[in-house]
Each structure stands twice: as C-alpha cells, then as structure tokens.
C-alpha cells in the first residue's frame, strides 16, 4: 500500500525532554512537510524540505528540528526549548500537481 | 501577511440540502487551490483541488474558485450526517512550495 506513516500515534513528553515524531512515505515524492495543530486552529507550518539534504523553517520552527537523509524520511524533533508542544502533528508529502496528501498524525501531549 | 480566512461556524443544514462553505484569500497571486475535509482527530484528507475560474465537479462537491474576487467555495449537494467534519481551505503559490490554511468551517448534517 502505498501512504504516508507517522508514529506514534500517541507520544508523552516530560519537561525538559526531547522527543522525535516519525514520517515515511512511500509515494516517492520530493516534498515533505510538518504541521502543527492546535484546537480551534487552523494548521500552522514548522519545516517543509523539497529535496534530500534539504529543508527550510516555516512559520512556527522554534524549539524544533529535523533532517532529511533519505526521500522517505522526514523525522521532526520536538526539543527542550519549545515551550508549549502539545498539540496534533500532522506530516505532508507532495506530488508533482501541487497537491498534499496527510500522514494519520501525531497527538503531543506535555505531562 | 498572506491569509485564508473562513467562517469558523458550526454551519448547520439539514440532511439533503446544499452545503455551501466559503474561503476567502489576500495573496493575488495564488495559483491552486484546495479543500480537505477532516473528521475529529483525524488528518485532513483531501476532497478538491482547483486551479482555474469557474467550476469544477466531482460526485456530489463542487468547488467554485472566482481569483478576481479572491474567493473559493465548496458545495455539498445531498448532504449526509457522513459529511459532519472541519472543512479545511488550503491556498498555494506555484513554485513556493508552500500553503497556507484557514481555520476551518464546521459542518453538522442533521439527520
């Protein structure tokens, strides 16, 4: 089947811990994103990379980070510095037509 | 700072009638355009794209896209209790790589 998969579902974080959230896709598209939503909130952009080796801040990149070392992968760490993670995180692949296509998401919560 | 605007509602019809939610956008030079729908902690999943005035049909949607009042809409025709669910605009710029979303437009289907 062809998709995007992010795990875990559901992840715990403890003050002061960093925490990475996966993302594979097996659409071979080149483009890859992050977004974070909150309640009542539309879906705000952390990093997008269009390329391997790759990727720029979106709106929100503040206390997270991530890499691009295969097409496939898009981890995002949500480090120490980010003060108020909790919240839905949603990863996006793009295809060639401009459209994106969503992973099934990650819930974040701080406990 | 380029926005999407929609009505947050909830937008309430009942069951077989048209549904008609609206997206307005500020950045002129937005070239496709996209709805999703996404159920209660679920990810967005995508319903319609559009790229050119006028409409576009596909089943029981419509999505009407007019650039030069920067405005577009998404009709349900025979609206279900199925279709209650958070009905995303997305708006892109060709060859930036990135969207922007609006809030969101609640629909409840009363059976």
């Known amino acids: 089947d062809g998709g995007i998969t992010q795990s875990p579902k559901y992840l715990f974080r403890k003050e002061g811990q960093n925490v990475t959230l996966s993302c594979e896709q097996n659409?071979?598209?080149?483009?890859m994103y992050w977004y974070r939503q909150d309640p009542g909130q539309g879906l705000r952009l952390i990093y997008y990379?269009?390329?391997?080796?790759?990727?720029q801040k979106g709106d929100i990149a503040e206390g997270y980070s991530v890499s691009r070392e295969k097409k496939e992968s898009f981890p995002l760490t949500v480090t120490s510095a980010q003060k108020n993670p909790t919240a839905f995180y949603l990863c996006?692949?793009?295809?060639?037509?401009?459209?994106?296509?969503f992973g099934p998401g990650t819930r974040l919560t701080v406990l | 700072q380029k926005e999407v605007e929609q009505n947050s509602g909830p937008l309430s019809v009942p069951e077989g009638a048209i549904a008609s939610l609206n997206c307005t956008y500020s950045d002129r030079v937005s070239q496709s355009f996209f709805w999703y729908r996404q159920y209660s902690g679920k990810s967005p999943e995508l319903i319609m794209s559009i790229y050119s005035n006028g409409d576009k049909e596909d089943g029981r949607f419509t999505a009407q896209l007019n650039k030069a009042s920067q405005y577009v809409s998404l009709l349900i025709r025979d609206s279900q209790p199925s279709d209650s669910a958070t009905y995303l605009c997305?708006?892109?710029?060709?060859?930036?790589?990135?969207?922007?979303f609006g809030t969101g437009t609640r629909l409840k289907v009363l059976a």
């Open positions: 659409l071979n598209h080149d483009a």
């Open positions: 990379s269009q390329i391997v080796n790759d990727f």
């Open positions: 996006a692949s793009r295809q060639s037509t401009d459209t994106q296509y």
């Open positions: 997305a708006v892109a710029t060709s060859g930036t790589y990135k969207y922007i």
